[in-house]
């Protein structure tokens, strides 16, 4: 039975009957005055019970029971409200908080219909037929929200080509390309650095590349650009390609572009054996949510 516009906090239940009429008479007396004492008595009692006949109609009042709603991911957003057939989806609904878990008192006998929503994840609904002690709503990573549509990063390369012996910059190249497309970025720019250089069998050396971005990502992206650059020019057969030489640990990052690097005490040893490096800085465009 629906909650209705009486429900006590406590476990009651009265049955409106002939000896509660006799019980006021008793009290009233049988003269006028008392005869609208009842009346009076009678009319306000009959509202208090929702409108019955309190002379042959049996009322019944409800109690309230307590229920636990619960929810397995933190921060879940719960509701509730009385079932009815013609309601709009979206009205009578009533916050019962937010947390792992809420409890209210509903009225016995009631139904009822109750959601949970976590934050990033899709509402999920219920309906029960009577209140019970607890229910739980249980949310798993098919029930996330999708997120927003996602953004492919640009990455942008500058590399020269430096004589180790004297700093001189040989040649340069620059490509801008998709983040998932370095392959592409990488053999755009070994086809220029070719073409600046006219000897053929020259070694060289890629070096490690500056991180413009400064972020982690960008490290991360220095160095695939840095590798894909390196097989790259030794898939033109055009250069000595030598190992990879990273720098990162004693030259620092805004110098990782300069030439002059190649003067440096700590560099030179790392250096032996190559005569020309490819150097240069890369920068991740548009990072945002992209892979």
């Known amino acids: 039975m629906p909650c209705g516009g009486f429900c006590p906090e406590e476990s009651t239940e009265i049955m409106c009957s002939k000896k509660i009429v006799r019980a006021i008479r008793s009290i009233s007396g049988a003269d006028r005055g008392g005869r609208q004492l009842l009346a009076f008595m009678g009319a306000a009692f009959s509202l208090f019970l929702g409108g019955c006949d309190i002379v042959n109609q049996p009322v019944i009042l409800q109690r309230k029971i307590p229920m636990d709603i619960t ?5 879940t957003a719960f509701r ?33 219909e109750i959601a949970a929503k976590p934050k990033g994840y899709a509402e999920k609904r219920d309906t029960l037929s009577e209140p019970i002690p607890r229910y739980e709503f249980k949310f798993v990573a098919a029930d996330r929200e999708p997120g927003p549509p996602l953004v492919v990063a640009e990455v942008a ?19 801008k390309s998709a ?113």
């Open 71 to 75: 929810s397995n991911v933190p921060d």
């Open 80 to 112: 509730y409200r009385t079932q009815r057939i013609d309601a709009d989806p979206e009205e009578g609904w009533q916050d019962a908080g937010s947390g792992m878990k809420v409890t209210v008192r509903l009225c016995a006998g009631g139904r009822y």
């Open 157 to 175: 390369c500058d590399l020269r080509i430096v004589r180790v012996f004297d700093a001189k910059v040989m040649c340069g190249a620059s490509e």
């Open 179 to 291: 983040r998932v497309e370095l392959e592409g970025l990488a053999a755009g720019l070994a086809a220029k650095l070719k073409q600046g250089m006219p000897v053929e069998g020259e070694s060289l050396a890629v070096v490690t590349l500056r991180n413009r971005s400064g972020t982690i990502k960008g490290r991360e992206v220095a160095d695939e650009v840095a590798d894909k650059v390196t097989n790259a020019l030794s898939a033109t057969s055009w250069f000595d390609v030598k190992e990879r030489i990273r720098l990162g640990d004693i030259v620092r990052e805004i110098d990782l572009e300069t030439a002059g690097i190649v003067y440096l005490s700590d560099v030179k040893p790392r250096l032996v054996g190559v005569k020309f490096i490819v150097m240069g800085g890369v920068t991740v465009l548009g990072s945002g949510n992209s892979p």
